[in-house]
């Protein structure tokens, strides 16, 4: 029985160069379980480029020849979402286990299949969705429970960037599954859902700006079952005007400020001065957690050990938790009437 995972990076993109740093940083340490294996690129010179960086054993010019080599153990999946699917149905085909990043599926039907070949196969699968691992989120939600600022009541979150306009980059492109909310608000919808302890979402608004195709701007309200609001907004035409990606959780007793909510490391916790009225408030808390790497290295130390544990389905990020997320998106595109190219 193996102690050790033999990772594989397929498609080493922008985010495959954050992995392939937490890869590094982890498997450094003896004790590691981590295994730089190989790289899979459509091109070989970058899949070289990218291996020779980041301490890889093997580079091959292909995806395939990651999944017929026998000693990848497991396959990180980097690609534009529109192309997750029929990568991760490759990899669990040829028996290798997935991390597969956000959103794994563009809507359920595509993550249906996904997570229905994973139970199959008996293999491990999960949606790389980092800020479930988050250690700073797991500290507020901690202080939420505790009661320091009372019951939660909204949740307010903005993650909004200004991009050129090309319609050839995957946040463009219709036919790459591109749009604010796939790839931004994901996180503003997972991150209200964790606060809100998932209770289910019983009701919703919304309104979109789309751009050819895709939405370059959208303004959402979700209430929880539980009675707890979130109001977000995500965009690529829309700079953030402060520089971060801040959000704020507001309760009866006072409120959790969050910088860059979607990979925090810093949140301070304000309770009110007088009970029922003012905003005069003081901070009760600062929470400071700073990444050992760069924050992508605990979703992934948590695949390996599930991985080895001979677990298919993660207890933290679990199939539920990515159904009921792309549900969600699929509703509000729904509302919107925006559909992707394959979906007409
Ligand atoms: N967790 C996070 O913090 C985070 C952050 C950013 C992005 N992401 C997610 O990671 C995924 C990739 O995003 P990215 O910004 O890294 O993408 P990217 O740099 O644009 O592309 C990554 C790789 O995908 C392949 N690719 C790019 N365009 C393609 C196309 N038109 N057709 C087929 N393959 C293409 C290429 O691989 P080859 O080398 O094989 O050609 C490229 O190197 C997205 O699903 C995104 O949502 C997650």
């Known amino acids: 029985m193996k102690d050790y995972v033999n990772w594989a990076i ?13 890869m590094n940083g982890e498997a450094n340490s003896a004790q590691s379980k981590i295994r730089l294996y190989a790289v899979g690129s459509r091109n070989l010179e970058r899949s070289k480029e990218f291996a020779a960086k980041w301490n890889f054993q093997k ?5 395939e020849e990651l999944y017929t080599d026998p000693e990848v ?4 999946i980097a690609n534009p979402h529109a192309f997750h699917m029929d990568c991760v149905l490759a990899a669990l085909n040829a028996g290798k286990h997935v991390l597969c990043e956000k959103p794994a599926g563009c809507s359920r039907e595509q993550l249906d299949k996904m997570i229905s070949l994973a139970k199959s196969k008996n293999l491990f699968f999960m949606e790389a969705m980092w800020t479930a691992f988050n250690p700073c989120i797991a500290e507020i939600r901690k202080a939420i429970k505790d009661g320091i600022i009372g019951d939660v009541t909204n949740i307010d979150s903005r ?13 463009y492109a219709p036919d790459q599954a591109g749009g604010a909310l796939l790839d931004l608000g994901i996180y503003n919808i997972y991150f209200a859902m964790m606060i809100s302890n998932f209770s289910p979402i019983v009701s919703r608004s919304s309104q979109v700006r789309m751009l ?11 209430t929880f079952e539980n009675g707890i609001v979130t109001s977000f907004q995500s965009a690529m035409d829309t700079p953030s005007t402060t520089g971060t990606h801040d959000a704020v959780i507001y309760g009866t007793k006072g409120f959790i400020t969050i910088v860059n909510f979607f990979m925090t490391e810093q949140a301070d916790i304000h ?10 408030n003081e901070i009760a808390r600062e929470i400071r957690c700073p990444f050992k790497t760069n924050g992508y290295e605990y979703e992934l130390i948590h695949a390996t050990d599930f991985i080895l544990q001979g677990k298919i389905e993660s207890d933290i990020h679990t199939f539920k938790k990515s ?3 792309c549900s969600i998106m699929d509703s509000l595109r729904a509302d919107w009437g925006m559909k992707y190219p394959w979906e007409k």
């Not at 993650?159 to 946040?171: E, V």
């Not at 050819?212 to 979700?222: E, I």
């Open 323 to 325: 159904e009921d997320l």
């Open 271 to 280: 309770v009110y001065k007088h009970k029922d009225e003012g905003s005069d």
């Open 73 to 76: 153990d497991a396959i990180y």
């Open 10 to 22: 397929l498609a080493p993109g922008r985010i495959a160069q954050k992995m392939a740093a937490a």
């Open 212 to 222: 050819k195709g895709v939405d370059a701007w959208n303004g959402v309200n979700l």
């Open 59 to 63: 580079a091959y010019g292909s995806y």
């Open 159 to 171: 993650f909004t960037n200004r991009n050129p306009y090309d319609p050839n980059d995957r946040n």
